[in-house]
């Protein structure tokens, strides 16, 4: 389908149920962690949705940054009936183009969809590594998904069975 029948923007406080509802299928088995609500309003201006020609929202993604350098791909989801149409290439076009803009060279993601990043330039990647000095740094955070990055002990559960993605923008 062609992106002129949808278009990608920033998220607005309004689509928090739509997030919500559109990750919950996912949620709910287990492709995707669950999140209170407070997390999703905290963190609105991560996120981009696409929405169709009448406005109806029909997907999400959210860019989380973790580092000078570096930042997460997140919640990256898009309405059943919209699969296969290239809704989540554009939002994933719009969170590449806000990193660009923000100076970021790495992307991260922990994904099930590993042909989907891969088409669109993501390898797979071991422990991913970050210098000591930096990696001191960031097991300070309280984000579960910068403690994933790091694959912290208390995180495994959440992370079986993914694959840590990353993509260079260089």
């Not at 997390?39 to 000078?68: K, T």
Request: proline share 5%; net charge negative; with cysteine.
């Amino acid at each position: 389908m062609p992106t002129h029948e949808y278009r990608v923007r920033h998220a607005r406080t309004a689509d928090i149920p739509f997030v919500q509802a559109v990750i919950d299928p996912l949620v709910q088995s287990g492709v995707l962690l669950g999140k209170d609500a407070v997390v999703f309003y905290e963190s609105v201006q991560e996120f981009r949705i696409a929405e169709d020609p009448a406005g109806n929202p029909i997907g999400c993604g959210a860019l989380h940054v973790m580092w000078q350098d570096l930042a997460e791909v997140r919640t990256l989801a898009v309405q059943p009936e919209w699969l296969g149409r290239g809704v989540g290439r554009a939002i994933l076009n719009k969170l590449e183009a806000d990193a660009r803009t923000l100076g970021i060279e790495r992307l991260f993601c922990l994904t099930f969809e590993v042909d989907f990043f891969t088409r669109n330039g993501f390898e797979a990647v071991g422990e991913a590594t970050v210098e000591p000095d930096i990696y001191v740094e960031l097991v300070r955070s309280t984000d579960e998904g910068v403690a994933e990055f790091l694959d912290l002990s208390r995180v495994k559960p959440n992370t079986l069975g993914n694959t840590r993605m990353l993509k260079l923008l260089r």
